[in-house]
């Protein structure tokens, strides 16, 4: 019944979804599917206790939202984003920090594209994550999504080599 439901028809969202997804939208430029994904797998997967969102509010706005993934093969920092003008300011520490704890897990997979790691380097060097693989096209042509603390098992050349997907995360 789980891969029915994760693959199955969109769910309708609760306002506090609609919200997060709202929010990923306009930061989103290097995933074109983030609408898509966030409706067909991270919805789902938030009704099965397999997705996880926390939020990061100040002063009663949202400016910042992770979301993992613990799935019965994975676990994964699928997405992090931080309002622009909050970056610096810790957010995307206590959004790792609170990810890293549900997921009982302190190296989880995760990737980033090669224009934000950048803006993630401080945080993957806080917490000793190491880049596993690079593969080009990924999510979006001719750029790359960085991989990291993938277990080696998992990734092999013939992975790096595999088409887009043309989804989100995961």
Not at 65 to 83: H, M, Q, Y
Not at 155 to 160: G, I, K, S
Request: aromatic share 8%.
């Amino acid at each position: 019944m789980l891969p029915r439901l994760l693959h199955g028809p969109t769910l309708e969202l609760h306002p506090s979804e609609e919200e997060v997804l709202h929010f990923l939208l306009p930061l989103s430029a290097d995933y074109p599917g983030i609408e898509n994904w966030f409706r067909r797998k991270v919805v789902p997967g938030l009704r099965v206790q397999e997705r996880y969102i926390h939020r990061v509010e100040r002063d009663g706005h949202l400016i910042g939202v992770g979301i993992a993934k613990n799935g019965p093969t994975e676990k994964k920092i699928c997405s992090v984003r931080v309002l622009p003008e909050h970056f610096g300011r810790g957010a995307g520490v206590r959004i790792f920090d609170h990810l890293l704890r549900w997921l009982d897990d302190d190296r989880p997979h995760l990737t980033v594209s090669e224009g934000k790691l950048p803006a993630f380097e401080r945080i993957f060097d806080h917490y000793g994550f190491s880049e596993t693989s690079q593969r080009n096209g990924l999510y979006v042509p001719g750029r790359f999504e960085l991989g990291f603390n993938e277990n080696a098992t998992a990734v092999n050349e013939d992975d790096a080599r595999q088409p887009p997907s043309g989804q989100a995360g995961e």
